[in-house]
């Protein structure tokens, strides 16, 4: 029962991580392009963020299990072979979902197969945990992306109704994604901070 | 000689109007990487280059063979992905026959220089700008040279970037995106609207 509720509660951590407090996009500086890209309307976040969900869970159960059997110098190229034999169904199952989808995003749903975020879990972290943890840490990944892409939407989306039509498409260009994820980082870093010193002061 | 003016252009595009880095967005977790290691910054971003090129010949072979094909959104980048996958096992394999002391010292930049979102991104902008075999190879080669100038400006960026007169929050990464917004804000003057 204790080890049960341990588990549960080392869970939570790991998905929380993932979602805010080591969220690999706004710590780990991975997968920013599609939010820089193509974080510009609901829809595109929306589906980018199942896209992704479909790819990460099981690319990264799939190295949970087969990871350690590769040598470490063949499993970058394992990892991301997987993730374009996986990105097969999963923009079949997005396009289930949302019609039309992987041909309106083009090259930022294409891309998502060598996403750095999902290629160095599945490459780094899920060989040598288990799968509870892997499983966890895929989730909480793919629910911090979806965070991070919907709030950069919805600061771009706020602009934009403030903007003339010239100020819009500066809002949605790549360099006004940096500046809001620099932004993003910032908070994060700073309820980072607030943290360890809130540890230190229970200490 | 015309062939070789139209691949010096693209590359020259590459570096400046069609930076897929700056002015695309692609590949700066990568470009952080390499900056974070200035002493295996050359080799990075010549693999990088290396890579690219092979990539962008693939790409517009792979393209022409998939034109008529319905499943072209969705199997041109698996099948693009899996030329990387080949590129980079038969690179690894050929390095460490044959140069066994140096894929020792710079083996750990091989895998994250050719795969990565630079490297795959080649083709789509290759598609994008209907560019021809010699473009494509000066976009890849500008592309190699954009890359080595992008985390070399970042790597010597990086210590100003922790300074200790900058609030807490903002040290480090958060700087560093602040930082990569505004020089992308410059190249984005050079376009004036999205590159992609």
Redesign the interface.
């Known amino acids: 029962m204790r080890n049960r509720r341990v588990l549960l509660r080392e869970t939570g951590t790991i998905f929380l991580n993932g979602v805010l407090y080591k969220n690999p996009v706004l710590v780990g500086a991975l997968g920013m392009f599609p939010v820089v890209f193509a974080g510009n309307d609901l829809k595109n976040a929306a589906e980018l963020s199942l896209l992704y969900f479909f790819l990460s869970v099981p690319l990264s159960l799939f190295f949970c299990l087969v990871g350690e059997m590769v040598p470490a110098w063949m499993r970058p190229g394992l990892v991301l072979a997987s993730s374009a034999l996986f990105y097969l169904p999963a923009a079949w199952l997005t396009d289930k979902i949302e019609p039309g989808s992987i041909a309106s995003l083009g090259m930022a749903a294409s891309l998502m197969i060598c996403n750095s975020m999902m290629l160095s879990r599945a490459n780094e972290y899920a060989p040598t945990h288990i799968g509870w943890a892997v499983a966890a840490d895929a989730l909480g990944c793919s629910a911090g992306f979806m965070l991070v892409i919907t709030l950069t939407v919805l600061v771009r989306s706020l602009l934009m109704t403030y903007a003339d039509t010239q100020g819009a498409i500066s809002v949605s260009m790549p360099f006004f994604g940096f500046l809001i994820l620099g932004f993003f980082a910032a908070f994060v870093q700073w309820i980072n901070e607030k943290r360890s010193q809130k540890s230190i002061k229970k200490r | 000689m015309t062939t070789f003016v139209q691949m010096l252009i693209a590359a020259l595009l590459a570096v400046t109007a069609e930076n897929i880095l700056?002015?695309?967005?692609?590949?700066?977790?990568?470009v952080?990487r390499a900056a974070r290691r200035p002493k295996t910054l050359g080799v990075y971003s010549l693999f990088v280059t290396l890579f690219s090129l092979l990539s962008s010949v693939g790409g517009l072979w792979i393209s022409t063979q998939m034109a008529s094909s319905v499943f072209r959104?969705?199997?041109?980048?698996?099948?693009v992905?899996?030329c990387?996958?080949l590129e980079?096992?038969l690179a690894?394999m050929v390095l460490?026959m044959l140069f066994l002391p140096f894929y020792k010292r710079y083996?750990q930049v091989l895998?994250?220089a050719?795969?990565?979102?630079v490297v795959?991104?080649i083709p789509?902008a290759v598609n994008?700008f209907s560019l021809s075999l010699s473009s494509a190879a000066g976009y890849a080669l500008g592309t190699g040279i954009a890359f080595y100038f992008a985390a070399g400006i970042l790597a010597h960026a990086m210590p100003g970037l922790k300074n200790d007169a900058m609030?807490?929050?903002?040290?480090?990464?958060?700087?560093?995106?602040?930082y990569?917004?505004?020089l992308?804000?410059a190249?984005?003057g050079l376009t004036g609207?999205?590159l992609?």
């Open positions: 700056f002015n695309g967005g692609v590949g700066f977790s990568h952080l959104p969705v199997l041109f980048p698996s099948v992905a899996f990387a996958v980079y096992v690894a460490k083996g895998a994250p050719a795969i990565n979102t795959l991104s789509f994008r609030p807490k929050a903002f040290r480090g990464l958060p700087a560093m995106l602040l990569i917004g505004i992308s804000m190249f984005a609207a999205k992609f």
